[in-house]
């Protein structure tokens, strides 16, 4: 009886956010985290003209996600010489740029080009738009008005990763929560010289003040973003990063629970990096780590109506995706991974369901987005594949785009937007 109470409450806090999130996409994979969006009728198959209703070019380069509120769509580029950090305002009907806000920044040379000066992701609501800007040593928590005026700016000091920084805040009532996680080991683990401590932190939305903050253990940067659950009565803050999954109060900051990943156990000989967000599907908390090495893992926790959760099920081969973000749909968790591959495992057992090769030498990076019951999944090579999220394998459309895709998708007002290596793309149906 817990666990049915704590996977309908947490399907009714998913369903009142997919609901209140139709016509926005307000964080890093809109309402909730989830990647979910209902209602939209997105075309199936689109290419060239046919189902993109413009395409804007996008100054400078970047991985930041576009983020949608009342008709006015957000995203975070960097210049090309990399002096410059610029978030943009576009319409989100037109695709017309309404303004332009520029940060100083400096050039850093990242290990892997997949990776940017300009990855985190917006937090949009009523009231503004948050967002951490990375000048190329520290970062800065950043609040505008829609209209584009700097409500406040907070440096939140220093910045370490070989891959730079791409943690995205979101918005908790009247509070941003970020993580900030970057390297505090070296490769070998040796401490790294003037690494500042990772730190869960809030900020208040009307000042930028600082409300609380719960240092926390530390490896490797890591850049999964928050979500929410519904638990004993409340609300949980959920976090995943290098060391552990840990539950928070995000009133206070205080830790609730934490679980280890266990490393040592499993053959791993150091901690794995989070990229991807994690989900809940019923009373099963889900996620994924790895590294550039190749490593992955997936691990499946079992969340009672209160207290630590327990180990369910986990792996370790190369199936799972480091990157891309998982969905779910009906009791299954549905991926693609940087090997060109898409799967659909049960959430409750970890048993695969399918696992299908979609093409070669296509990778997956963005995270793909589930509307509809159906799964768009963009690729490096600039294809976006479209296939049903149901435990039967169906592809039901390629997609050939003339872009590379790394960000992620955002889905809002009956359109998809896609950000390309030089343009954002919006695909919808003509009325």
């Not at 080991?185 to 003040?209: C, E, R, S």
């Not at 490593?295 to 792996?315: C, F, H, I, Q």
């Not at 394998?393 to 896609?418: I, T």
Request: aromatic residues 10%.
């Amino acid at each position: 009886m817990h666990s049915l109470r704590l996977g309908l409450g947490a399907l009714l806090l998913f369903g009142s956010m997919q609901t209140a999130g139709a016509q926005t996409w307000s964080r890093f994979r809109g309402p909730n985290g989830s990647g979910v969006a209902d209602g939209q009728n997105i075309p199936v198959e689109f290419s060239g003209s046919s189902g993109i209703l413009w395409k804007t070019p996008i100054p400078g380069t970047g991985n930041s996600s576009p983020v949608v509120w009342d008709k006015h769509l957000y995203l975070l580029t960097a210049s090309k010489d990399g002096k410059q950090r610029s978030l943009l305002c576009l319409d989100a009907t037109s695709g017309k740029i309404l303004w332009q806000r520029d940060f100083p920044g400096e050039y850093v040379k990242l290990n892997r080009k997949e990776t940017s000066l300009a990855s985190a992701t917006a937090a949009v609501d009523a009231d503004g738009v948050y967002l951490p800007i990375w000048n190329g040593a520290n970062v800065q928590m950043t609040a505008h008005s829609h209209q584009g005026e700097l409500l406040w700016n907070k440096n939140l000091g220093q910045w370490i990763s070989q891959h730079g920084t791409g943690s995205s805040p979101i918005i908790v009532g009247d509070k941003i929560i970020f993580a900030l996680d970057g390297d505090i080991k070296d490769i070998k683990g040796n401490p790294i010289d003037g690494a500042p401590q990772p730190t869960l932190m809030a900020f208040d939305k009307k000042t930028g003040d600082r409300v609380w903050e719960t240092p926390r253990e530390g490896y490797r940067a890591c850049y999964s973003a928050p979500f929410l659950v519904e638990r004993n009565g409340g609300r949980e803050l959920i976090v995943t990063s290098t060391m552990s999954i840990a539950g928070y109060n995000p009133e206070t900051g205080k830790e609730l629970w934490s679980w280890d990943w266990m490393w040592d156990k499993k053959g791993f000989k150091f901690p794995l990096r989070t990229v991807a967000g994690s989900l809940v599907v019923g009373d099963t908390l889900i996620a994924t780590s790895g590294d550039g090495g190749g490593d992955r893992r997936m691990v499946a926790l079992t969340l009672p109506a209160s207290g630590k959760p327990d180990y369910a099920w986990g792996d370790g081969n190369k199936v799972f995706p480091y990157v891309a973000c998982p969905l779910t749909r009906g009791g299954h968790v549905y991926f693609v991974n940087e090997k060109g591959n898409a799967g659909c495992y049960d959430a409750k057992t970890g048993k695969e369901i399918w696992y299908k090769r979609l093409t070669d030498p296509n990778r997956f990076l963005a995270s793909p987005v589930l509307i509809d019951g159906k799964i768009y999944a963009p690729t490096v090579d600039g294809d976006v594949f479209v296939f049903a999220a149901e435990p039967t394998y169906q592809l039901l459309a390629r997609n050939k785009m003339d872009e590379r895709f790394v960000a992620s998708p955002a889905v809002a007002l009956g359109r998809l937007y896609l950000r390309g290596q030089n343009h954002l793309f919006c695909v919808g149906k003509t009325k």
